[in-house]
């Protein structure tokens, strides 16, 4: 039987579009957790653990994602655990939500969702963001890609890059692949400078394209039934999905390379892998 965690505390409500809230839980860590009903869709829950864990399978840089059991009790002692819907607030619902390790929080030093160019450069684990393009590509993030800055010393400059917000991934609530060259990408394009080859994405690539569809579905069994609504047949096809596209992964990271964005001006491979050919745009592989 699995066991979870609970919230023991509600510390505050959290900036975007899943008005996600800062709780802490009995294990004595802090978690970014979203619940059942917040404003976008229930089936993000199980995007961000899904897709996170798959990251981690990558050897991404990622919060660790665990089911967090949110008592009646604590929301009804919390007066902010609501939603602002429109022009009216909800109460968010008890029960297991997703929560999502709150990075920083045993640092003495700042963190930032955010950083100018001059200090991206800088950041310690710069090159991971082409290997997270990996797993964007892969599960069609239809967000562009999120991060946080933290630095362990506040008299340190350089920080270190933890990725997060997997909730978009799949086309979000749609849960299809339909491939556009610029989703799931940073913002920035000095973060993709150094890239100058497929050497760049490794070893996130070798392990994205070699992973089977066993280890796959260990990252999707023990998600709770109530967050993809019982649907197993739509979460099968999904993780159907998930292992045929694995060998597209280098076309989508190449249609993103040959964008109007031009996100790798210092590509120097022309090996056999380095020209990958182009991905139809505008078929979608439904699941319904």
Not at 68 to 97: N, T
Not at 270 to 285: C, D, M, Q, T, W
């Amino acid at each position: 039987m699995n066991t979870f965690i609970s919230a023991v505390q509600h510390l505050r409500p959290l900036r975007g579009g899943a008005q996600s809230h800062l709780l802490k839980a009995s294990d004595g860590n802090c978690y970014v957790t979203k619940f059942q009903n917040n404003p976008q869709h229930i089936r993000v829950l199980v995007n961000e653990m899904f897709a996170t864990r798959l990251g981690l399978q990558l050897g991404l840089p990622m919060p660790k994602v665990e089911v967090i059991e949110v008592s009646d009790w604590l929301i009804q002692h919390s007066p902010e655990l609501r939603f602002q819907l429109a022009s009216q607030q909800a109460m968010c619902k008890s029960g297991k939500q997703l929560g999502s390790l709150y990075v920083g929080q045993s640092g003495s030093g700042l963190s930032f969702d955010s950083l100018p160019n001059d200090r991206l450069r800088n950041v310690l684990n710069l090159s991971d963001f082409a290997r997270v393009l990996v797993l964007d590509k892969w599960t069609n993030n239809s967000d562009g890609r999120q991060a946080v800055f933290c630095r362990e010393r506040v008299a340190s400059r350089r920080y270190t890059a933890t990725f997060i917000d997997q909730g978009y991934c799949f086309s979000a609530s749609e849960w299809t692949f339909l491939d556009y060259p610029l989703r799931g990408v940073y913002a920035s394009n000095c973060v993709y400078e150094g890239v100058s080859g497929w050497d760049a994405f490794e070893p996130a690539l070798t392990r994205a394209e070699s992973i089977d569809t066993e280890s796959i579905w260990r990252c999707a069994a023990d998600i709770p039934e109530e967050w993809y609504e019982g649907d197993r047949e739509n979460l099968e096809r999904l993780v159907e999905g998930l292992s045929k596209r694995r060998q597209v992964i280098r076309n989508l990271i190449g249609d993103f390379r040959r964008s109007t964005r031009n996100p790798f001006p210092n590509w120097r491979d022309y090996g056999s892998r380095s020209l990958p050919g182009f991905v139809k745009h505008g078929e979608a592989v439904t699941i319904r």
